[in-house]
């Protein structure tokens, strides 16, 4: 195959730059936009002259001149579209969240591992210059034992009718962890409030825990005037803070850590603090999106496995799906 032919579904508000993106990518053609709206669609052809367009969904996701296609449609939807372009013998691109329950997202596997087709989830932090720095930090041994993940992201968001803010908020956050922590958790914690009292919560804490001791918390609220976007994460030798509210220093190694000691006396417990530089690293540039598409197209032509391959989109969707549990349930432990 040397070009591969893509239909997007769904041009609201992040489909616009999906069609950008695979637009630019290397041998790679946005043969169709689709969507339910012909206004979305009216939208398209303003902005991409020539572009063919369709309010026919099967039939674009039957067109055998088709190959591949990109879900940017809400997560609800998610399932319905894939298992059908799945099951049409296209490869398939899903916005996240993967899908809205554990069933639906281990089905969707199942089907593409039976027709020999990629399946992956647009995780577009993962393609971040900031977060491929942090894993290779890790991976290197320089920020010491990986012991905790610690994420706010916060701000006056949009309230969604359909899913809690965990849903909405949570995934990226999520798939970063699962990218940069090779062991899987063994179960989550989570409470939550709504305020518009209509069982969508607008604020969540979510512990999720380890078999070691290694632990991630994710604070998301749309009730936050203040917007934050940060993240720490923590080594015996070094902690890194990654803010995204930064236009160019997102990332700072801090070489402060502390260790404990056991002294003869067995009861007394000493800890030892050590101060040291903050160090701002030079990151890459590239626009993230623009990576996730030529992944998702080199791994269509190549069989390779995607950085962001359905496991990661599993994964993110088993801590939500659990985490929504332990909220109903006042933060009850829920085991992955
Ligand atoms: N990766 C990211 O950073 C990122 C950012 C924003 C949104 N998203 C994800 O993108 C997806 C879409 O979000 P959005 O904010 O663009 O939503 P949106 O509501 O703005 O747009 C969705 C579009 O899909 C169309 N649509 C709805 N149902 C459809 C169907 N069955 N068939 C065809 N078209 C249909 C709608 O007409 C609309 O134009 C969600 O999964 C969301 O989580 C990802």
Redesign the pocket.
Same mark, same amino acid.
């Not at 579904?9 to 489909?15: A, E, K, P, S, V």
């Not at 689709?34 to 709206?37: E, I």
């Not at 940017?72 to 997560?75: G, R, S």
């Given at each position: 195959m040397s070009q591969v032919n893509c239909a997007i579904?769904?041009?609201?508000?992040?489909?616009p730059n999906l069609v950008r993106n695979f637009a630019a990518a290397a041998d790679c053609h946005v043969h169709t936009v689709?969507?339910?709206?012909p206004e979305?669609l009216a939208a398209a052809t303003r902005l991409y002259p020539g572009l063919h367009t369709s309010t026919d969904?099967d039939a674009v996701i039957h067109d055998t001149a088709i190959d591949c296609v990109v879900i940017?449609?809400?997560?609800f939807? /998610?399932f319905d579209?894939a298992k059908k372009a799945l099951n049409a013998g296209k490869h398939v691109l899903l916005?996240?969240?993967m899908t809205d329950t554990v069933a639906h997202a281990e089905e969707l596997i199942e089907l593409a591992i039976r027709h020999g087709k990629t399946l992956m989830v647009?995780h577009?932090f993962l393609y971040t210059p900031s977060v491929r720095k942090i894993k290779a930090l890790i991976e290197e041994g320089s920020i010491g034992k990986f012991k905790y993940f610690d994420s706010t992201r916060i701000n006056l968001g949009l309230i969604q009718q359909d899913v809690n803010v965990l849903w909405d908020l949570a995934p /990226?956050d999520i798939s970063i962890l699962d990218f940069l922590e090779p062991t899987l958790p063994i179960s989550v914690n989570a409470t939550g409030v709504s305020h518009i009292h209509n069982g969508i919560e607008n604020i969540a804490y979510l512990s999720v825990n380890y078999q070691h001791d290694f632990m991630a918390h994710f604070n998301c609220s749309w009730s936050s005037p203040l917007k934050i976007r940060m993240m720490l994460v923590g080594g015996d030798h070094k902690m890194v803070v990654f803010n995204d509210m930064e236009p160019t220093e997102k990332i700072k190694i801090y070489d402060t850590a502390h260790s404990v000691r056991t002294p003869e006396e067995k009861q007394r417990i000493l800890v030892d603090y050590r101060v040291g530089d903050v160090y701002i690293p030079k990151l890459e540039g590239g626009e993230a999106l623009a990576g996730m598409a030529k992944d998702f197209i080199q791994s269509i032509m190549t069989g390779k496995e995607p950085v962001a391959s359905y496991r990661s989109g599993l994964n993110t969707v088993k801590i939500l799906e659990a985490a929504q549990h332990s909220i109903k349930q006042q933060g009850k432990e829920i085991k992955l």
């Open positions: 579904i769904g041009f609201g508000y992040w489909g689709a969507d339910l709206s979305r969904i940017a449609t809400p997560v939807t /998610h579209l916005e996240k969240p647009d577009t /990226h």
